[in-house]
T-cell receptor
Framework: QKEVEQDPGPLSVPEGAIVSLNCTYS??????FMWYRQYSRKGPELLMY????GNKEDGRFTAQVDKSSKYISLFIRDSQPSDSATYLC??????????????FGKGITLSVRP | DTGVSQDPRHKITKRGQNVTFRCDPI?????LYWYRQTLGQGPEFLTY????????KSRLLSDRFSAERPKGSFSTLEIQRTEQGDSAMYLC???????????FGPGTRLLVL
């Protein structure tokens, strides 16, 4: 079993829909949780970052972390065709040394239909 | 452009050849990471530098791989005697201390024929 599991895709939604993306993890040492967006043939772009459990909102994006369930989510409100991309969850155990390396989920490809 | 840059963006090589990639991190970022991403997968950690010191290497980094970061600025990743299984996107990221703020470059896409 991989350390980070991400819901399989692809996912297709109509414009304006609320999108829910999820990841689970097995390593209880993870404390920092991130969502990256990656367009085709580009590098990942940091979208959201959360430390420990809780919620964080940034515009149309909300990140949630439930450490007790080892479950993280990203919600996208009022989805737009420009949100069509691959979304990757990532996490790390700490801020220094080897703990700062990121462990990624497999990624899910989202398509928002106009 | 003050982001992470990588060169070349694409590289096609024949099996058995050596290749070298370069990464220029965001100015003043003291931490630099290399990841590898294959089709349909998330990036996998390869190695990590803090300033010029290489502090961590993944078991994915076989003896054919070597990375350097002289003077704690740019970094190079060399693959010797390339194999078809080395075909992937090689990503570089840099950070100023906090793991939540690793910024990625555009990647170098390697194809080994």
């Amino acid at each position: 079993q991989k350390e980070v599991e991400q819901d399989p895709g692809p996912l297709s939604v109509p414009e304006g829909a609320i999108v829910s993306l999820n990841c689970t993890y097995s390593n209880s040492a993870f404390q920092y949780f991130m969502w990256y967006r990656q367009y085709s043939r580009k590098g990942p772009e940091l979208l959201m970052y959360t430390y420990s459990s809780g919620n964080k909102e940034d515009g149309r994006f909300t990140a949630q972390v439930d450490k007790s369930s080892k479950y993280i989510s990203l919600f996208i409100r009022d989805s737009q065709p420009s949100d069509s991309a691959t979304y990757l969850c990532a996490m790390s155990a700490g801020v220094g040394g080897a703990n700062s390396k990121l462990t990624f989920g497999k990624g899910i490809t989202l398509s928002v239909r106009p | 452009d003050t982001g992470v840059s990588q060169d070349p963006r694409h590289k096609i090589t024949k099996r058995g050849q050596n290749v070298t990639f370069r990464c220029d991190p965001i100015s003043e970022h003291n931490r630099l990471y290399w990841y590898r991403q294959t089709l349909g997968q998330g990036p996998e950690f390869l190695t990590y530098f803090q300033n010029e010191a290489q502090l961590e290497k993944s078991r994915l980094l076989s003896d054919r791989f070597s990375a350097e970061r002289p003077k704690g600025s740019f970094s190079t990743l060399e693959i010797q005697r390339t194999e078809q299984g080395d075909s992937a996107m090689y990503l570089c990221a840099s950070s100023l201390g906090h793991p939540g703020t690793q910024y990625f470059g555009p990647g170098t896409r390697l194809l080994v024929l």
